[in-house]
């Protein structure tokens, strides 16, 4: 049984680009969630994903967009990077909102 | 709203003593409370949840918490550290049992000396 994939692990990108990320949940789960992690701190929730609708963000900027697939897949998008964006991205899955949250190793995100 | 403060951002133990990683949280409903260790470069593996079941909880690898609603307190322990318990540990925070997003304390880092 796999458990959370999240890609690419790492990636290197310059101020003002586009970068997506993906995450595959993990097997029977339907809700995923993505969490922002900066270097020495606790991840910070940005958003939720069920039913391919955005159900609960956090307090995070427009430049920060998402989308749930039909297969409960999921992408990460952010627009116009800042320095301060570098960050280890994860995400997490569950078995609908209220359930129990299970990480992927995240993708490394390193904004020059 | 939900929070949790961590007490300790370190904690350095002796291999074969006991652990305490401290927390306090903050909520205004019904909270879950869930510990979740990040080993370097890995992600985040849940060690124990509290869902208004049983006070005291027990995880893998021998850790336990015990739920205090008077103290507000949720703090972890082990009777005794192993050096592969060497790691960040995050406790962390969902209002309405567990339907709200997760709040993370900012961690933990366990230390175990030989």
């Known amino acids: 049984d796999a458990g959370v994939t999240q890609s690419p692990t790492h990636l290197i990108k310059t101020r003002g680009q586009q970068v997506t990320l993906r995450c595959s949940p993990k097997?029977?789960?339907?809700?995923v969630s993505w969490y922002q992690q900066a270097l020495g701190q606790g991840p910070q929730f940005i958003f939720q994903?069920?039913?391919?609708?955005?159900?609960q963000r956090g307090n995070f900027p427009d430049r920060f967009s998402g989308h749930q697939f039909p297969n409960y897949s999921s992408e990460l998008n952010v627009n116009a990077l800042l320095l301060g964006d570098s960050a280890l991205y994860l995400c997490a899955s569950s078995l609908q909102q209220g359930g129990t949250q299970y990480f992927g190793p995240g993708t490394r995100l390193l904004v020059l | 709203a939900q929070s949790v403060t961590q007490l300790d951002s370190h904690v350095s133990v002796s291999e074969g003593t006991p652990v305490l990683l401290r927390c306090n949280y903050s909520s205004s409903y019904s909270p879950s409370l869930f510990w979740y260790v990040q080993h370097p470069n890995k992600g985040l593996q849940l060690l124990l949840k509290?869902?208004?079941?049983?006070?005291l909880v027990k995880g893998i690898n021998g850790f336990e918490a015990e739920f205090k609603k008077s103290e507000t307190s949720f703090h972890l322990t082990k009777p005794s550290a192993h050096m592969s318990d060497a790691a960040e540990y995050f406790c962390v925070v969902s209002d309405y049992g567990g339907r709200r997003a997760l709040t993370f304390g900012s961690g933990t880092r366990l230390q175990v000396q030989p």
């Open positions: 509290y869902t208004s079941a049983a006070t």
């Open positions: 994903y069920y039913e391919e609708e955005e159900r």
């Open positions: 097997s029977g789960h339907d809700t």
